[in-house]
C-alpha cells in the first residue's frame, strides 16, 4: 500500500507551485512576495485590483501586504480545474474572473451611489466599515451583481486564506502547523 | 472508440464504487472504474485547505433552486476517491427507527429492508476498513453488534469539556465511532491528530478510499480511468439490457466502454443525470425512470452549530475532524413534539483557520483579528445533524443548458419543509443549553441560513418499480443489468453521517450481485 510515514514532510513541488510573470520571465512567489515586487496583474484592471485590495483589507487586515490582489488576479488567470479559490467550492461559475469582476464592479456602482460618485478605495475608514454592514445585511440599494451577502463571504474568505491560511499565518497566530506534507512556500 | 467488453464498469471511484469494485474483483470480475477526475495519490494530498480545495470540483454542473439550495461543490468530490476523499470519517449508524419511518409514524418512506439486514455489513465494513470507537457503549441506542476493531480515538481538551457540560445537562456522549486509525491497522499507520483529514489524508490513518477498497479493488486487477466523463448509459436496441457506457477521456475524445454490468456510482446528484440524460424511444424519460422517480426525494441534513469560547487555552488545532465524542439521545424522531426527525450529536472536533474565521462570520476588520487570536486558543463546537423528510419536490432534474460534452447541465431543487425547520431551530436551542454549560463566558448558535449537508435520495429504493428506482441491493427495477451505488438509493436520510452506511448498502449490494451473477450478467 502506497502511504507515507508519518509526519513526512515533503517539499511542495513546483508544479504545485503558483507562477507569476515579471518582464518575460516566470517566477515562483508567494502572494505576498508578489505584491512586494510589483508583479504586472493579467487579468484585473487597475480599478478593479484597487477596488478589491481596498475591501479585502478592510475585512481583513494587512490582507493587501499578504498579496491579496496578486493572489486573486494569478488565480483566476488560469485553469479553474487548478485554482485553490474558495469560490470553487460556493457554486460559482467559472470562469471565475466573471465573478470578481461583476462583485468590484457592483461594489464600486453602490458605493458611488450612494457617496456622490466615489469609489470604495476613495472611502474613508467609517465610511467603508458602514457600507461593508450594509453588505453583510444585503442592503445596498440598486445592487447589480452577485449578492451582497455573497460578495462579503467571498472575499472575506479570499482574505482570509492570504492572511492567515498559510505556514506563516499560522506561526503568527501560534498555532502550530502540524503538515504531513507542507505547501510550497513559493506559490 | 470501443474498448474491449469487461465484465463490470462502474462509474465513479469514490466510496461505493470502491466497494462494488473490491468485492467484484476479488470475485474474478473483470472491473473498469471511470472517474471524471485526477487519480490523486497520497502524495497529492497537501496539508492544506486552500490545496486541498484541487479534491473539490471546480465549477457546477448543477444549478440551484429552492428555499434551500444544496451547497454542492464543497461537498462533493473531483478526482479518484470521491468525496470520501476529504469527510471526515464519522461513523455513527443508522437506526432501526431510520428504516421504518412510514411503518412507525405514517410519514415519508420505509426502507424495504431493515436493519437486522444491514448491521452484519456494518459489522464487517468496520473489520474492513477499520473504525475506531466504543461499540458497546452505543448499545444504550441500538442493538448489540461486534466490537469495533480498534478502541476510541484520543480525546483533547475540547472533548472533556463538552462531555462535562453535556453530562451536566443529562446529555449522553459516547466516544464517537470514527473511520480512523487510533492504533496502527493492517499495516496502515496510527492517526496522529493533525487535523487535516477534509484536506486528504496522505499518511493512511483516515479510511478514505485510496487506502481501503480501492487500493483492495486495484490489488484484485480492477482498472481505474481518471479524468473519464461518463454522460450516458447505452442500451441494446430492444431496451431490456445496458450495454455499456458513453464517455469522454481526458483528451475529450468520445469513447465506449462495453460491459455485461453498469453501476453508476458517481456523485447523489449525477446519477440521475447520467440516467435522464439516458432516454432513448424505449425509455424516453430516461433509464431505470418508469416509475418517475428518478431525481426524485432528494434529501439533506441540516446542522445546528453551538460555539463557546473558553478562557484557558484548549489547543483547538489537535485532534480531527471526525468527533471525539457522539450522542444518539435527540434520535428519537418524536423527540421534539413540534419537530418531527431524527437528530445526531458530535463534539469535540479540531479546527483550522476557516473554522475559527467562519465561527463569526460577521466579524471583519480589527474585530476579525481579534477574534481570530481568541480562536485560536480557544474555540470548541458542538454540531447536531438534523433529519428531512424524503418530499419529491425536492429533485434533481435536467436543464437546457449544456456542458463542454453537449450533456444538459442538471439542477437541484431543495427546500425543507416546516418540520426540518422547526428541527433545526429545536437543535439549536439545546446545543445552546450545553454551551452554556461549559461555563465559557462567550456562546453563541447562528440562526442565518439553515444549512444543507450530505446529499441522499433521487434514486431510492423500495419494493417494486412502482414506488422507488432500485431494490435493497441497487438494481434497478426496469434494466436487471444496471445497478446504482450510494447514498441516492436511501429513502430515508437520518440524521448520521452516511458514509458507513454508503459503505455497508454497497457490500451488500455488491456480495449480491456477486451470487447471482450468472441471472443478471447474462
Same mark, same amino acid.
Given at each position: 500500500m502506497d502511504v507515507l510515514p508519518r509526519r513526512a514532510v515533503m517539499k511542495g513541488g513546483l508544479l504545485a507551485a503558483l507562477a507569476f510573470t515579471i518582464g518575460d520571465r516566470v517566477v515562483y512567489l508567494s502572494p505576498g512576495e508578489a505584491h512586494a515586487q510589483g508583479v504586472a496583474l493579467r487579468t484585473l484592471k487597475a480599478e478593479e485590483a484597487e477596488t478589491l485590495g481596498s475591501l479585502c483589507e478592510a475585512l481583513v487586515p494587512d490582507a493587501r501586504k499578504a498579496g491579496i490582489v496578486e493572489y486573486i488576479d494569478q488565480q483566476i488567470s488560469g485553469p479553474p480545474s487548478e485554482a485553490l479559490l474558495q469560490a470553487r467550492i460556493l457554486n460559482v461559475r467559472p470562469p471565475f474572473a466573471n465573478f470578481y469582476r461583476a462583485a468590484v464592479g457592483a461594489v464600486d456602482k453602490g458605493v458611488a451611489a450612494r457617496h456622490a460618485g466615489k469609489r470604495f478605495a476613495q472611502l474613508s475608514s467609517d465610511e467603508a466599515r458602514s457600507f461593508i454592514k450594509d453588505m453583510q445585511a444585503n442592503k445596498i440599494e440598486g445592487w447589480q451583481g452577485p449578492g451582497t451577502g455573497f460578495v462579503y463571504t467571498v472575499l472575506r474568505t479570499d482574505a482570509v486564506d492570504v492572511v492567515y491560511n498559510t505556514v506563516a499565518g499560522y506561526e503568527a497566530l501560534g498555532v502550530p502547523y502540524q503538515a504531513h506534507i507542507l505547501p510550497p512556500k513559493k506559490w | 472508440m470501443a474498448n474491449e467488453k469487461v465484465d463490470v464498469v462502474i462509474v465513479g471511484a469514490g466510496a461505493s464504487g470502491s466497494a462494488f469494485a473490491a468485492t467484484l474483483a476479488k470475485a474474478g470480475k473483470k472491473v473498469v472504474l471511470l472517474d471524471s477526475g485526477p487519480d490523486w495519490k497520497n502524495e497529492d494530498l497537501i496539508s492544506s485547505e486552500m490545496w486541498g480545495r484541487r479534491i473539490r470540483p471546480a465549477g457546477p454542473p448543477f444549478l440551484h433552486e429552492g428555499k434551500n439550495p444544496f451547497g454542492y461543490v464543497g461537498q462533493a468530490g473531483w478526482g479518484v476517491g470521491g468525496a470520501a476523499l476529504h469527510y471526515f470519517a464519522n461513523f455513527p449508524r443508522y437506526l432501526p427507527t431510520d428504516f421504518k419511518m412510514k411503518s412507525e409514524h405514517n410519514k415519508g418512506l420505509d426502507w424495504p429492508i431493515s436493519y437486522e439486514d444491514v448491521a452484519p455489513y456494518y459489522d464487517k465494513v468496520a473489520d474492513e476498513v477499520g473504525v475506531s470507537g466504543d461499540a458497546k457503549s452505543e448499545e444504550i441506542w441500538r442493538p448489540a453488534g461486534k466490537p469495533y476493531p480498534m478502541p476510541p480515538m484520543k480525546v483533547f481538551k475540547a472533548g472533556q469539556i463538552w462531555k462535562k457540560a453535556a453530562d451536566s445537562v443529562g446529555m449522553r456522549l459516547v466516544p464517537a465511532a470514527v473511520g480512523m486509525n487510533s492504533v496502527e491497522y493492517k499495516g496502515r499507520e496510527a492517526c496522529i491528530y493533525d487535523g487535516w483529514c477534509s484536506s486528504g489524508c496522505p499518511t493512511g490513518a483516515l479510511a478514505n478510499p485510496l487506502v481501503t477498497y480501492l487500493a483492495e479493488a486495484r490489488a484484485a486487477k480492477a482498472e481505474v480511468r481518471p479524468m473519464s466523463t461518463v454522460t450516458r448509459v447505452l442500451t441494446n436496441a430492444e431496451g431490456t439490457r445496458a450495454i455499456g457506457v458513453e464517455y469522454f477521456d481526458g483528451k475529450r475524445e468520445r469513447q465506449v466502454q462495453e460491459a455485461s454490468i453498469v453501476i453508476l456510482a458517481a456523485w447523489t446528484g449525477q446519477n440521475p443525470r447520467i440516467l435522464l440524460n439516458s432516454a432513448t424511444d424505449k425509455h424516453p424519460n430516461g433509464l431505470a425512470n418508469k416509475s418517475g422517480l428518478v431525481g426524485k426525494y432528494i434529501m439533506t441534513h441540516h446542522i445546528a452549530n453551538a460555539w463557546a469560547m473558553m /478562557?484557558? /487555552?484548549?489547543? +483547538?488545532?489537535?485532534?480531527?475532524?471526525?468527533?471525539q465524542y457522539m450522542s @444518539? /439521545?435527540? @434520535? +428519537?424522531?418524536?423527540?421534539?413534539p413540534n419537530a418531527f426527525g431524527s437528530s445526531y450529536i458530535v463534539a469535540g472536533t479540531s479546527f483550522k483557520m476557516h473554522d475559527y474565521a467562519g465561527s463569526r462570520g460577521d466579524l471583519f476588520g480589527p474585530e476579525l483579528a481579534a477574534h481570530m487570536k481568541k480562536a485560536a486558543k480557544g474555540l470548541i463546537r458542538m454540531n447536531m445533524f438534523g433529519e428531512e423528510k424524503p418530499n419529491a419536490e425536492n429533485r434533481v432534474e435536467l436543464v437546457t443548458q449544456k456542458d463542454e460534452f453537449g450533456m444538459p447541465l442538471a439542477k437541484i431543487v431543495h427546500s425543507y419543509d416546516e418540520d426540518a425547520v422547526a428541527l433545526w431551530n429545536a437543535n439549536i436551542d439545546a446545543g445552546a443549553k450545553v454551551a452554556k454549560a461549559t461555563g465559557a463566558k462567550e456562546t453563541w448558535s447562528p440562526r442565518g441560513g439553515m444549512p444543507t449537508s450530505h446529499l441522499h435520495g433521487g434514486t431510492i429504493m423500495g419494493k417494486d418499480g412502482g414506488s422507488s428506482v432500485v431494490d435493497s441491493y441497487g438494481q434497478t427495477h426496469d434494466i436487471s443489468n444496471l445497478w446504482i451505488a450510494g447514498p441516492g438509493v436511501f429513502p430515508t436520510e437520518g440524521a448520521s453521517n452516511p458514509t458507513y452506511t454508503i459503505f455497508a448498502v454497497a457490500r451488500r449490494g455488491a456480495d449480491q450481485l456477486v451470487s447471482k451473477w450468472g441471472s443478471v450478467a447474462g
Open positions: - | /478562557d484557558e /487555552d484548549v489547543q +483547538p488545532h489537535m485532534g480531527t475532524v471526525g468527533a @444518539y /439521545d435527540r @434520535y +428519537p424522531k418524536t423527540t421534539n
